[in-house]
């Protein structure tokens, strides 16, 4: 079982990097957004809320993972 998690892990991080790369290479994302300039504050709310739950996650999966 644990070369299956970690096949889908590898698999998922490089799904990620890919789709990181695409999107900063996209028309979009170097013409740019202005509304996205104007709202920083709620922008950074957001992300920081994401990155709070991330980390919850990834500790609870490495609980998880050590107790086995």
Same mark, same amino acid.
């Given at each position: 079982m644990n070369a299956i998690v970690i096949v889908?892990?590898?698999?998922?991080?490089? !799904?990620? $990097?890919? $789709?990181?790369?695409?999107?900063?290479?996209?028309k979009q994302n170097k013409e740019g957004n202005p509304d996205y300039e104007k709202k920083t504050g709620a922008n950074t709310l957001?992300?920081?809320? !994401?990155? $709070?739950?991330?980390s919850v996650v990834s500790c609870l999966a490495l609980v998880w993972y050590i107790t086995g």
């Open positions: 889908l892990l590898v698999v998922l991080i490089g !799904f990620a $990097a890919v $789709a990181t790369v695409m999107i900063g290479n996209s957001r992300l920081t809320i !994401f990155y $709070a739950a991330a």
